[in-house]
C-alpha cells in the first residue's frame, strides 16, 4: 500500500505540528489497513496521542463524538464521518491549525467532497484539507472505465 505510506507520513508531519488528522477512506477495509500501518509506526515513531477507526459498527462511536478531540489524534473513517458529524476540535488544536482532513479518493459527487473538506474549519475553526489518492487500478483500467 504505497500510498497509505504517504498517507502515515502526511499524518506524522501533521502531528508533529501539533495537529489531528482525519482521513477519509472509500471502504472500510482501507480504513482498518490503515489503521494497524499507524500503530505499527506509531511504537517506532511514538508521534500519535491516539489513533481512532471510527465506523457505524463501533460500540464506542456516541463516546467518541461526547469528547472534543485534542492535539495528535488520527481518525480513521468513510465518508460517513463526512456528513452530520460534528466532529469538535480543543482551543490548543484549533490555535495549533485545527484539523486536517484527508481524502483519500475521488467521490463520484462534489458534494461528498465538500461535506468532507467541511469537517475542517468548522464554525470559524481553523483547519486545512487536502486529498491523496488511492488507486487499485492501472492506468488502462482507469481508461477503459471512463469509455465503458
Known amino acids: 500500500?504505497?500510498?497509505?505510506?504517504?498517507?502515515?507520513?502526511?499524518?506524522?508531519?501533521?502531528?508533529?505540528?501539533?495537529?489531528?488528522?482525519?482521513?477519509?477512506?472509500?471502504?472500510i477495509s482501507e480504513a482498518v489497513r490503515m489503521k494497524k500501518i499507524l500503530m505499527n509506526m506509531s511504537e517506532r515513531e511514538k508521534c500519535f496521542n491516539n489513533v481512532v477507526l471510527y465506523s457505524?459498527?463501533?460500540?464506542?462511536?456516541?463516546?467518541?463524538?461526547?469528547?472534543?478531540?485534542?492535539?495528535?489524534?488520527?481518525?480513521?473513517?468513510?465518508?460517513?464521518s463526512g456528513r452530520g458529524t460534528d466532529i469538535r476540535i480543543s482551543s490548543e488544536l484549533n490555535d495549533n491549525g485545527g484539523l486536517?482532513?484527508?481524502?483519500?479518493?475521488?467521490p463520484f459527487n462534489k458534494r461528498i467532497e465538500r461535506q468532507a473538506f467541511g469537517r475542517a474549519g468548522?464554525?470559524?475553526?481553523?483547519?486545512?484539507?487536502g486529498k491523496i489518492i488511492i488507486s487499485c487500478m492501472t492506468q488502462e483500467e482507469a481508461i477503459d472505465r471512463l469509455t465503458q
Open 1 to 27: 500500500m504505497k500510498n497509505g505510506l504517504i498517507i502515515s507520513k502526511k499524518n506524522i508531519n501533521e502531528i508533529k505540528r501539533e495537529r489531528s488528522v482525519l482521513v477519509i477512506f472509500q471502504y
Open 122 to 129: 468548522r464554525k470559524g475553526e481553523n483547519g486545512s484539507a
Open 100 to 106: 486536517h482532513v484527508i481524502l483519500t479518493y475521488e
Open 56 to 80: 457505524r459498527s463501533d460500540k464506542d462511536e456516541g463516546k467518541f463524538l461526547e469528547k472534543v478531540i485534542e492535539t495528535k489524534t488520527v481518525i480513521l473513517s468513510t465518508n460517513l
